[in-house]
Structure formats: C-alpha cells, structure tokens
C-alpha cells in the first residue's frame, strides 16, 4: 500500500513539472516578400500550472546578414535580440499571451530561425519555441490572383497537378524561395502535371504569364 501510494505521489509530481505552461504552436511559421516590413511568426503561451514567474533565453538565432529581429513576450518587446538575450516576465494560473518573433527582411531574401527556451522559474521546468519564416524577392511575388489557375495537392510531395486553361502552350515556371528558376514545363489544355521529385524541400513560387496576365502561386514540397 506503501508503495503504491509513492507511486501515485511520484506520478503526480512529475504531471505538475511538466505541465506548468504550453505553447501551441511550439514551431511558428511565417512568409511574405523580402519587403514587407515585419514578418511575424507567433505562437500563444498558456500558464497551465501553478508557477507565474517565467524566464526566457535566445539560444539561438539564424538569420541573413541585413535582417533583424525583435522578440516580444506576453508583456515587454525587445529590439535586435541576439544569442544570449534573457528576459522574463509574469502570468497568472489560467492566463495566456503571445510569444512572437518579428523579422525584418529589409528587402534581402532567405530563411531566418530563432529558439527560445521559456522557463518557469518556481519548477525549473522549460520549454522551447521556434520562429521560423521565409522571404521571397519581391520578383517573384504574386502580382495578380487568377481564380481560374488552381493547383493541388499543397503541400505536395513527388506531383503537383495544376488546372488552368489555354488556348495556346504557355510556358510554366517554378522558383525558389531566392528567386532563382528551377524548372520550367510546358502547359497546354486545362491540366498539366508537375514532376517534384527532383525538388529539395521547401517553398517554391510557380509563375507565369497568359498574354496581359501574370500569376504567381506559392506551394509547399514536403516529403
């Protein structure tokens, strides 16, 4: 009976060091053009413990020279954090608030990640949150939105099928998230299908022009 009353005791100990506060999501994503003045990746911060003082630390930031980044916690915003930025703030039992990343792309294309681990400061337990977000040449953003062009699936993964409908061949491009033309097909009819399995990864544009119409469509490619 000793026993299992220690046990029970152990398992609800253990419940309460790890669920002091959740994150949804715990990886924020974002896209836009490199132009755009903020790009903003957020993820909500729940208190679901009995902790209310909380701590964070950038361990890690991965961006492109010439962006900067900023992170705000439910309650302050710091400019042009870097690795090793700590700060904290509190909130109470049941409460919620936003954890978010703001990028700056200052017109320069690429990839930016940053991690924070959060920790409650009473239970020492922690958990990490990721701001990931992508920055398209304004290049190759979408100038005009065609409700006839469709494509599917989105996420694709080895095919993507596209429908839209010509009179004469046009010529179909697909680039990267730098801007830069990976594949070219030739579309004629109502439906073309698109071979991805050479394609790492990642965000792509497909674009095109049909005489004084230009579309451009972001997709994603995941395995």
């Known amino acids: ?68 980044f900023s992170l705000c916690d439910p309650f302050n915003c710091l400019d042009n954090v870097t690795v090793g930025r700590r700060s904290g703030f509190t909130l109470g039992k049941n409460k919620s608030g936003e954890m978010r990343g703001d990028f700056t792309a200052n017109s320069i294309p690429g990839n930016g990640t940053v991690r924070v681990i959060i920790t409650a400061k009473n239970s020492d337990f922690s958990d990490t949150v990721t701001f990931i977000v992508s920055a398209w040449p304004v290049s190759v953003k979408e100038t005009v939105k065609n409700n006839e062009f469709s494509m599917f699936p989105n996420p694709a993964k080895e095919r993507l099928s596209i429908r839209y409908s010509v009179k004469e061949p046009i010529a179909i491009s697909i680039y990267n998230i730098l801007g830069v033309r990976v594949k070219t097909i030739i579309h004629s009819g109502n439906e073309s299908e698109i071979n991805l399995g050479d394609l790492q990864n990642g965000i792509y544009f497909i674009r095109f022009k049909d005489g004084n119409t230009t579309v451009s469509k972001s997709f994603t490619k995941n395995e």
């Open 1 to 68: 009976m000793k026993k299992l009353l220690l046990l029970i005791g152990l398992i609800l100990s253990l419940n309460g060091a790890f669920a002091q506060f959740e994150l949804n999501p715990k990886v924020a994503k974002n896209q836009a053009t490199s132009n755009k003045f903020l790009i903003e990746a957020k993820s909500v911060f729940t208190n679901s413990g009995s902790d209310s003082v909380f701590e964070w630390e950038v361990i890690e930031v991965n961006i492109p020279s010439g962006w900067n």
